[in-house]
């Protein structure tokens, strides 16, 4: 037989499982197999390293409410509707949910509100990894099950924002009679833990919970436990190799009729290839051992777009996202610590040369973080922010930095503490030539006016624990979207620090800003105040915010039901199925 990969190719994509070598076809319908860059690194649904492990843990688990890419809204998931609301004066919100009767875990035990009060409760057990969580969930002040339907429970919240809806059903539920069989924490208020000093050690209740909850993370080539009442369980995870999921034989969403679109779960097996060289990737879609191939890069996209014989095989996609490409600023930093210093360095980025270096000007450049066809809540009285390293040195010596010689390093003696020098590490992930390109554009911008930059290239799996631990002056990185939500307190609070805030940024004025945003009432209240919190990171630069991307997908052509969106990741997987006759029969 005359193989189209060379040798060398050959051997990396079995090592990979993608190729069948001199196995036998198989006797029935092969896998969905899709491409991913890294491996998720953790499937703890507390703690979701990246896209790759959110996408696994949708999967997986279920929300009260999804994410609906036919509406491009959220709708019921675990839940049977949307909660109905109630307003208690003119700070708390009221939210009553009614899980569906079908809902079950896999053991046919029904999934109740007591689920529902033991996640919350998770996100605030001592020694679990629910820092983000608890941002992200931290409005919900409390939760009452009724007494006579374990199904129905209302959730009180601080606040009345518009988004409380939403995000009040964005948390994947788990099972109580696996975490706390013996009920231990149903005495336990949600509230109660809430007021708990983080200093307060654990009592034997919360330990055990802990202990149990991380026994039951699944990790790479150990049994799967169940812990998800989605539709596929995890068949075997060969870490930075493969993922494999399968169907369900009884899940509990089979009962429902008709069945939403939310709930819908075609294939019956899935296949996640970890191949992070582009051009290796390229390969096996063109060659069939992968069926999908997302986030191509736009010089990958290009050439295989360009060859009339993979035009042939392959189907194109594109859709704008809400992924942004944004730099970010070290405000602990003595040296960045004031916005003149990171206002001037923000000069130092050609966004309009790196979104046409990088993605072949397929992309839209910001001034924030608000995606520009938001047609409502984006700042248009701000301009783009342009490329200009004189201007970078002029705001420079007005923020008291000055050199020693004309391009010499750039010196400041503060009114008190030890004279400052500007150099600047820079660091970014290293298996990304885009994030590169930046890198390297922003050193040379940075040279040409006197300031020494190191690159600081880390894997992808160590770069959040080093944003996190502060140790970069700068960084480049993807920050995830959607249109949904404008909660920047994970972010960009100063609660946030040391977890999901990467800048350290927060003042009392952009606490009490990114607070006011949460809790809007009002669609044109959160309009005005978003953009004044434009306005606000535009002046304080914490962050500079260079271009949104574009989707681009290619996928054999025997797939259909993809649904590509600008939604994250751009594809849904659970409604794919191959055509007729594109698969082996027995």
């Not at 990396?12 to 198989?26: E, F, I, K, N, Y």
């Not at 491009?72 to 919100?93: C, Y």
């Not at 000069?347 to 973080?369: M, P």
């Not at 609070?493 to 945003?517: K, W």
Request: some cysteine.
């Amino acid at each position: 037989m005359k193989h189209l990969f060379p040798l060398g190719l050959r051997l990396a994509l079995v090592a990979l499982g993608l190729v069948a070598g001199c196995t036998s076809r198989p006797s029935k319908e092969p896998p969905i197999r899709v491409r991913w860059t890294r491996d998720p690194e953790s499937l703890d649904p507390l703690l979701l390293a990246n896209q790759y492990a959110t996408e696994a843990a949708n999967l997986l688990h279920l929300s009260l409410l999804q994410v609906d890419f036919s509406k491009n809204d959220f709708s019921p998931a675990l839940a049977e509707a949307l909660p109905t609301v109630t307003l208690l004066g003119d700070s708390l919100t009221q939210l009553t949910y009614q899980l569906r009767q079908a809902a079950a875990w896999d053991n046919g035990q029904p999934i109740t509100g007591h689920d529902v009060a033991l996640t919350l409760k998770l996100m605030y057990c001592p020694g679990l990894p629910n820092e983000s969580a608890r941002a992200q969930a931290g409005f919900i002040r409390s939760i009452r099950i009724d007494s006579l339907n374990p199904k129905r429970f209302t959730l009180t919240c601080q606040g009345q924002a518009v988004e409380h809806i939403q995000a009040s059903g964005d948390f994947f539920i788990l099972p109580e009679t696996v975490l706390d069989p013996q009920h231990e924490l149903r005495p336990t208020s949600l509230s109660e833990l809430q007021k708990r000093p983080p200093t307060t050690p654990p009592d034997s209740a919360l330990s055990r919970l802990a202990r149990r909850y991380l026994a039951a993370v699944p990790m790479p080539g150990s049994p799967a436990p169940a812990l998800g009442c989605g539709p596929y369980e995890l068949s075997s995870w060969q870490k930075n190799q493969t993922l494999r999921l399968r169907r369900k034989t009884r899940w509990w969403a089979d009962q429902v009729r008709p069945r939403p679109f939310v709930l819908q779960a075609q294939p019956r097996r899935l296949e996640f290839a970890i191949i992070p060289d582009d051009a290796t990737a390229a390969l096996a879609l063109q060659h069939g051992d992968i069926d999908l191939y997302p986030q191509v890069s736009a010089a990958q996209f290009a050439q295989l777009r360009a060859s009339e014989t993979t035009r042939e095989q392959l189907a194109f996609y594109t859709a704008p996202s809400y992924d942004i490409v944004a730099a970010g600023f070290n405000t602990q930093q003595p040296a960045l610590a004031d916005g003149p210093t990171r206002r001037a360095l923000s000069y130092l980025f050609d966004a309009a040369g790196l979104l046409q270096a990088t993605q072949f000007g397929q992309g839209l450049r910001t001034v924030g973080l608000i995606h520009p066809n938001d047609q409502r809540n984006y700042n248009r009285s701000l301009s783009l922010l342009p490329f200009a390293p004189d201007t970078a040195a002029l705001l420079l010596r007005r923020a008291g930095w000055q050199q020693t010689t004309p391009r010499g390093p750039w010196q400041r003696q503060p009114k008190a503490g030890a004279r400052q020098q500007l150099r600047l590490r820079f660091r970014y992930r290293a298996d990304d030539a885009s994030f590169e390109t930046m890198a390297l554009q922003f050193r040379a911008a940075a040279a040409s006016v006197g300031i020494a930059v190191e690159l600081l290239p880390t894997a992808a799996a160590a770069l959040t624990p080093n944003l996190q631990a502060g140790d970069f002056d700068v960084y480049v990185r993807l920050i995830k979207g959607n249109p949904f939500l404008f909660n920047f307190i994970p972010v960009l609070h100063s609660s946030a620090r040391g977890a999901g805030n990467f800048t350290g940024y927060g003042t009392p004025a952009s606490d009490q800003l990114i607070e006011a945003i949460a809790a809007a009432r009002q669609p044109a209240q959160r309009s005005r105040l978003l953009q004044q919190f434009q306005a606000t990171l535009r002046t304080d630069a914490p962050v500079v915010p260079l271009f949104f991307m574009a989707t681009r997908l290619a996928a054999s052509r025997q797939l259909a039901g993809l649904h590509v969106s600008h939604l994250k990741p751009g594809y849904l997987v659970t409604t794919m199925e191959r055509k007729p006759a594109s698969f082996p029969t027995p």
